[in-house]
C-alpha cells in the first residue's frame, strides 16, 4: 500500500478533516521505519541504522480523542485543566506525541496526554454496522 493511499485510511476511518493529511503521512512512514523488513534479515529500518532495537511502547492507534494537560502557568484560576484534541503522530523523542487541537485548528506536541482509543476502536465498528444491510 502506498503512503498516500494508507494516510487516506487513516484519515476516512477516523473521520478526520482532509487538511491534516500531512500528519498521517509522517505515521505511515514512522510505522515503516519500525517494521521489520525481510531485506535486513528481520531487523526494522531503525535497527539497521542506529544498531540499537526499536522501542514501540509509545505506538497508539491514530486518530482517539486525547486530553492534553495544561500547566498552571498557561490557565487561570477556575480554567480547565485539559485541554480535547485527536492524535495524530509522534515525534522523534518517543512519548511525545503530536496532538491537532480543533478550537485552535493547530497541531502541537505533548507528553503530559491522555488517550480515549476506546472511542476510536468503536467508531469504525459502530458505522459498520450502520451501513451494513439489514436482510428480512
Known amino acids: 500500500m502506498s503512503i498516500v493511499g494508507a494516510a487516506r485510511a487513516m484519515l476516512h476511518d477516523q473521520r478526520l ?3 491534516i493529511w500531512a ?3 509522517n505515521i505511515v512512514v514512522y510505522l515503516q521505519n519500525h517494521n521489520p523488513h525481510k531485506v535486513l534479515r528481520m531487523i526494522t529500518l ?3 541504522f542506529s544498531g540499537r532495537n526499536s522501542d514501540v511502547s509509545h505506538f497508539r492507534t491514530f486518530g482517539p480523542s486525547v486530553y ?3 500547566s498552571k502557568d498557561s490557565r487561570k484560576k477556575l480554567k480547565p485543566t485539559t485541554k480535547l484534541g485527536v492524535f495524530v503522530g509522534y515525534t522523534g523523542t518517543p512519548h511525545n506525541y503530536r496532538v491537532y487541537l480543533p478550537s485552535l485548528r493547530m497541531t502541537v506536541v505533548r507528553r503530559d496526554v491522555k488517550f480515549d482509543e476506546e472511542k476510536a476502536m468503536r467508531c469504525p465498528l459502530e458505522r459498520g454496522r450502520v451501513e451494513s444491510p439489514t436482510q428480512p
Do not use: A, K
Open 17 to 19: 478533516s482532509l487538511h
Open 23 to 25: 500528519e498521517p503521512c
Open 46 to 48: 531503525e535497527e539497521g
Open 68 to 70: 492534553c494537560h495544561v
